[in-house]
């Protein structure tokens, strides 16, 4: 039987302008970085244990329909529009909107919203990097998803850009980790925010909370009807069901 690690280096990832910013608990104390792209990521934090991040992981392909998101978007109710039903593989590798919604069609039989064409990249990006490394926890998660679950089940009704969201947002994170205010504040201090903005630093520190408080065996998986998609990638929207506040 493997001997697990007392303390888990876990990770929350979001994607933002200038590529990536990763929030990492190494079990100790809270560490950042901002990186281009998400080999150079994994590169320079191979201690990672496990890491949550906010992009489809496992996608619809000729064989193989993604069916989670109808799933994410059921429960998240009215903020439902948060959820962008990704493309399939074949859509995701084109660079031309067109040609990528008509291949979505022949390949899902639906359209391809423009939101999701838009992140397009980054879901290529990602792919390609985990069909290498499918020994790597590299999760699939939902930063609204998980705030509504970090407050109570109760889903969060203020816009995660305006100053009422960051708000609402940061004081949930504060009742678990008063910590994360005092990073958030020098997050924003040593970034550009027309390269990381405010809420891609508190969707990425929410992914770390959730997966440092999820420890070893506390990480809930809203799934998927396949456990995996036709390259063997695992499919699983990561999050924590806190029973009381769990201070760090």
């Known amino acids: 039987m493997p001997i697990l690690k007392s303390r888990l280096v876990t990770a929350g990832i979001d994607g933002c302008k200038s590529g990536w910013i990763m929030v990492k608990h190494t079990g100790v104390d809270y560490q950042f970085g901002v990186y281009p792209d998400i080999r ?4 320079e934090n191979p201690d990672i244990d496990r890491s949550l991040i906010d992009i489809p992981v496992g996608l619809s392909s000729q064989s193989f329909n993604r069916t989670i998101d109808a799933s994410l978007k059921k429960t ?4 439902h529009s948060t959820v962008f039903v990704p493309p399939s593989r074949e ?4 660079t031309d909107y067109e040609a990528a919604k008509a291949k979505n069609i ?3 039989g639906k359209s391809l919203s423009i939101q999701a064409f838009h ?5 290529k990006e990602v792919d390609e990097y985990i069909q290498k490394h499918l020994n790597l926890q590299i999760i699939e998660s939902h930063p609204e998803f998980c705030f509504k679950h970090l407050n109570g ?24 980790d008063e910590r994360l205010l005092l990073l958030y504040e020098k997050i924003r201090g040593n970034t550009l925010k027309k390269t990381v903005t405010n809420d891609d630093i508190i969707d990425a520190m929410c992914l770390c909370l959730v ?3 999820a420890g070893h065996k506390g990480l809930q998986i809203l799934k998927d009807e396949n456990d995996t998609d036709e390259k063997g990638i695992s499919i699983g929207i990561g999050f924590y069901l806190p029973k009381y506040i769990n201070y760090i």
């Open 40 to 43: 150079q990521l994994f590169a």
């Open 76 to 79: 998240l109710g009215v903020r």
């Open 91 to 94: 859509a995701a590798y084109l």
């Open 106 to 108: 022949t390949v899902t």
């Open 119 to 123: 992140i397009s990249r980054k879901i």
């Open 153 to 176: 089940s109760d889903t969060l009704l203020s816009k995660k850009k305006s100053i009422q969201g960051e708000f609402e947002r940061l004081s949930i994170l504060s009742k678990y």
């Open 211 to 213: 997966n440092q408080l």
